[in-house]
């Protein structure tokens, strides 16, 4: 394997819609279709979608995500094997990610906020480079880049409800663990992990 890791720009939106389109739930997981586009958007907006699904719900997602990223309002990070887009994270400035019906931060977690954070919502792997370190590597990248903008930590939202499951897409324990996050509230199965970035004075 060659990885490397590149924050989402414009110009890698047609890598994000082939990874979406042939990649990301490739073995049938229940958590597809997706684009990975709901954080972003109001509750009017997410129900005019799915009032377009009809008999093709995948190609209404993909149109709605083709908008959002010609508009640069997917935020995050694909991992590539050579130039083949094999794994994201969606991750992000916190105050980017709206409150709505489906909203990827809970609000508790909004709540006990750094001043500054990059939120950590997703991560999507496909199935053939499952544990094999990608996520690993793009959270390590997150890390680095919320840390050269300038924000004061970096916050991952585990739902242990979901722990190894389908719908465990938010990263286990272990992964942030690994890179020195610390939990710092949580409410019933869901626990917000943080990792307060060198030089902000905490």
């Known amino acids: 394997m060659n990885i490397t890791i590149k924050r989402l720009t414009p110009d890698l939106a047609p890598a994000y819609l082939n990874f979406f389109d042939n990649r990301a739930f490739s073995d049938g997981n229940p958590m597809g279709p997706c684009y ?12 005019k979608m ?3 699904f009809g008999d093709d719900c995948k190609g209404t997602l993909r149109k709605y ?4 990223l010609a508009g640069g309002k997917i935020f995050g990070y694909l991992a590539f094997d050579g130039d083949i887009p094999v794994g994201w994270c969606n991750a992000g ?11 990827a931060i809970p609000d508790f977690a909004r709540e006990n906020a750094c001043e ?30 919320a840390g050269s903008q300038g924000f004061m930590a970096v916050e991952g939202y585990v739902n242990k409800k979901y722990a190894g499951e389908y719908w465990d897409h938010t990263g286990p324990m272990r992964l942030y663990e690994k890179f020195g996050f610390a939990e710092t509230t949580k409410q019933d199965d869901k626990v917000v992990m943080r990792k307060v970035l060198k ?4």
């Open 36 to 47: 990975c586009n709901a954080a972003i958007m109001t509750s009017d907006e997410l129900d």
């Open 50 to 52: 799915v009032s377009e």
């Open 65 to 68: 995500a083709a908008r959002q």
């Open 93 to 103: 400035d916190m105050e980017r990610y709206l409150v709505s019906r489906h909203q």
């Open 116 to 145: 500054k954070t990059f939120s950590v919502i997703c991560f999507a792997i496909a199935p053939e480079y499952r544990k094999k370190g990608i996520a690993t590597a793009l959270l390590e990248c997150v890390i680095s880049d």
């Open 199 to 202: 030089g902000s004075g905490e």
